[in-house]
């Protein structure tokens, strides 16, 4: 994925220099580029800009990802019940 970025981005950042670059959906998933937090709903727009993941990156890209946003109930399946410790314990 890291590579990807660099192919798709070589052009812009060599004509404009390294520019902030902000990301969000799959890429902060458990399954993404690195697991970035979850906010729980309702939440103030204004709060994701103060939750953003830094992703570093070897040649210094800013990058940043958005908080997914998540409801927390008991009939609510999301990522946080289904994640599981080494030894398969839901957590």
């Known amino acids: 994925m890291k590579a990807l970025l660099i192919r798709l981005t070589a052009e812009w950042f060599q004509k404009y220099g390294p520019m902030p670059t902000i990301m969000a959906g799959m890429v902060g998933s458990i399954n993404g580029w690195t697991d970035a937090a ?23 890209y800013k990058i940043r990802i958005v908080p997914g946003i998540c409801v927390r109930d ?4 999301n990522r946080y019940s289904r994640r599981r410790d080494s030894a398969g314990r839901s957590f």
């Open 38 to 60: 979850y906010l729980d709903c309702p939440v103030d727009l204004g709060e994701l800009s103060s939750q953003l993941t830094e992703v570093h990156h070897s040649k210094g």
């Open 74 to 77: 008991k009939d609510n399946w």
